[in-house]
């Protein structure tokens, strides 16, 4: 059984930081892209970052490009979100996602690419 589970979510005050750890199981991890997606209250899930099988590769939404920095380490199966600088805007249910990719150093990370998803950790930034 796939599992992917999230932690690390808290209330932070504007300006703070916060590592999100999303940990795998079931699967073999390193085959596999990963994603960090987001969903806040009445908006639609947007793709915040992504990281190739490799972790050579990575790429980041707009809206948080500079301030966040994801990172991967197949050994431990599990995949890091450093977010800096947060914001109220970047308040929302982050989910870590799973794509099984044939490229070793590519990624995407748009909605429909995922097959497996973890249960999300909330992330809450206050003013």
């Known amino acids: 059984q796939v599992q992917l589970v999230e932690s690390g979510g808290d209330l932070v005050q504007a300006g703070g930081s916060l590592r999100l750890s999303c940990t795998a199981s079931?699967?073999?991890?390193?085959?596999?892209?990963v994603g960090w997606l987001r969903q806040a209250p009445g908006k639609e899930r947007e793709g915040v970052s992504c990281?190739?099988?490799?972790?050579?590769?990575?790429d980041y939404g707009d809206s948080v490009k500079g301030r966040f920095t994801i990172s991967r380490d197949n050994a431990k199966n599990t995949v890091w979100l450093q977010m800096a600088d947060l914001k109220p805007e970047d308040t929302a249910m982050y989910y870590c996602?799973?794509?099984?990719?044939?490229?070793?150093?590519?990624?995407?990370?748009?909605?429909?690419?995922?097959?497996?998803w973890g249960q999300g950790t909330q992330v809450t930034v206050s003013s």
């Open positions: 079931g699967l073999p991890f390193d085959l596999y892209a």
């Open positions: 990281i190739s099988r490799s972790g050579s590769t990575s």
């Open positions: 996602a799973a794509s099984r990719r044939a490229s070793f150093d590519t990624c995407s990370f748009g909605t429909s690419e995922f097959r497996y």
